[in-house]
């Protein structure tokens, strides 16, 4: 969970209203450093 947060806080865009956006790292693509990480599929 520490990886997604530090990722949050790296990547993340905060608008006003405090809208927090993620879109830009977490959405529909794959990110392999964060899927090899957490899979247990292999």
């Known amino acids: ?16 209203g405090n809208i927090l956006k993620v879109d830009s790292f977490l959405n529909h693509q794959i990110d ?5 990480r957490h899979s247990t599929y292999r």
């Open 1 to 16: 969970m520490i990886f997604l947060e530090d990722r949050i806080r790296k990547d993340g865009k905060v608008y006003p």
């Open 32 to 36: 392999i450093a964060v899927s090899g």
